[in-house]
């Protein structure tokens, strides 16, 4: 099982999950935490849409993926080869 930072293959839905998200860094610790936090994405993360990354395991032999939670910019799936 994973659970990821994910992008979204739709623009608008991404700018939308991206907006909510810093909204809610914002609130929880204010303007440095909340830049703090998306720097540290920039620079150690490389968010895939779910799409993609389910894609990825069947093309190296995952049989059963499951999509477990999937909330704004972070899901949580897991497969079995």
Known sequence: MDTDLISHEDERIQKMSMDRYRDYL???GGVSYKNDVLQYVEKEDTPRSMTF???VMRDVGFKKIEIL???SVFGSFGAIK
Request: proline content about 0%.
């Open 53 to 55: 990354q389910i894609k």
């Open 69 to 71: 939670h999937k909330n």
């Open 26 to 28: 914002e609130r929880v």
